[in-house]
T-cell receptor, first 116, second 112 residues
Framework: GAGVSQSPRYKVAKRGQDVALRCDPISGHVSLFWYQQALGQGPEFLTYFQNEAQLDKSGLPSDRFFAERPEGSVSTLKIQRTQQEDSAVYLC??????????????FGNGTRLTVT | QKEVEQDPGPLSVPEGAIVSLNCTYSNSAFQYFMWYRQYSRKGPELLMYTYSSGNKEDGRFTAQVDKSSKYISLFIRDSQPSDSATYLCAMTTPGTASKLTFGTGTRLQVTL
């Protein structure tokens, strides 16, 4: 595809519901990242995949957050038992190189999650 | 205290002005520095990338890094209304892929 695609663009969930956010990275991109951006803040790292392997999940705020990329392409971020503090924009980004500091990140437009 | 500090603004300038955006950081392990532009309800897009102290120029944009002072800047010359956006600085350490640490972002408004 032309860029990183995320769906849905907007999600409203009632507190306690589970949600699943999808990311389609650029075809062929090895690395995939999830970031969380609260209102008025910069994005904060959540987790990183190289192909299907989740190599870093140090940014996941709690065990309610789970991410997967089973075939090394599409990724899903799942949040269980959502809380109001989970309200944020969830950004997915991909890059061509594995662990490549010289490989730029391409971001999707994010999923805006609102927990009521 | 955050690892990366950035004035959130908003910063309002007239069209044609030179804009200066800045970030300071505390972690001396940061070696790679980036500036992203984020329009409302869009994802960040990479503007500039540098890994050494000094200046890097790309069109109307100049990125400046001073590792000794832990200070980075982005200059925009001949600013245009289309430059109105939030500008995010980001940085990372070697060997951490693109696990970026972002600043808060500065909201810039360029007026006619």
């Amino acid at each position: 595809g032309a860029g990183v695609s995320q769906s849905p663009r907007y999600k409203v969930a009632k507190r306690g519901q589970d949600v699943a956010l999808r990311c389609d990275p650029i075809s062929g991109h090895v690395s995939l990242f999830w970031y969380q951006q609260a209102l008025g803040q910069g994005p904060e790292f959540l987790t990183y995949f190289q192909n299907e392997a989740q190599l870093d999940k140090s940014g996941l705020p709690s065990d309610r957050f789970f991410a997967e990329r089973p075939e090394g392409s599409v990724s899903t971020l799942k949040i269980q038992r959502t809380q109001q503090e989970d309200s944020a924009v969830y950004l997915c980004a991909s890059s061509l190189a594995p662990r490549g500091n010289n490989s730029p990140l391409h971001f999707g437009n994010g999923t805006r999650l609102t927990v009521t | 205290q955050k690892e990366v500090e950035q004035d959130p603004g908003p910063l309002s300038v007239p069209e044609g002005a030179i804009v200066s955006l800045n970030c300071t950081y505390s972690n001396s392990a940061f070696q790679y520095f980036m500036w992203y532009r984020q329009y409302s309800r869009k994802g960040p897009e990479l503007l500039m990338y540098t890994y050494s102290s000094g200046n890097k120029e790309d069109g109307r944009f100049t990125a400046q890094v001073d590792k000794s002072s832990k200070y980075i800047s982005l200059f925009i010359r001949d600013s245009q209304p289309s430059d109105s956006a939030t500008y995010l600085c980001a940085m990372t350490t070697p060997g951490t892929a693109s696990k970026l640490t972002f600043g808060t972002g500065t909201r810039l408004q360029v007026t006619l």
